[in-house]
């Protein structure tokens, strides 16, 4: 992905939002519709570690990675039933 390599537009407060009781968080409608995400997106969450915690965590199109970095995702959890 090389839309954030120089740091441009990039490292910004886009939006606060919260975990609710059941783990879940609601992305607002704008950034929903900014992204151009609909309902059943897959999103990878990519993180950093320094010191053994993770630091900082970022929100990317699943699909953008299996493009960009020609991975492929198993999502072999979506089909195992609720526990």
């Known amino acids: 992905m090389n839309c954030c390599r120089e740091g441009k537009n990039c490292n910004f407060l886009e939006s606060v939002v919260s975990v609710d009781e059941r783990g879940q968080l609601v992305l607002p409608k704008d950034l929903r519709e900014k992204w ?3 309902g059943g997106d897959k999103l990878a969450i990519l993180t950093c570690v320094k010191g053994g915690e993770i630091c900082c965590a970022a ?3 699943a699909d953008l990675l299996t493009k960009n970095f020609q991975l492929k995702l198993d999502w072999t959890h979506d089909t195992q039933p609720a526990k």
């Open 36 to 38: 151009g995400l609909k």
């Open 59 to 61: 929100l990317v199109k």
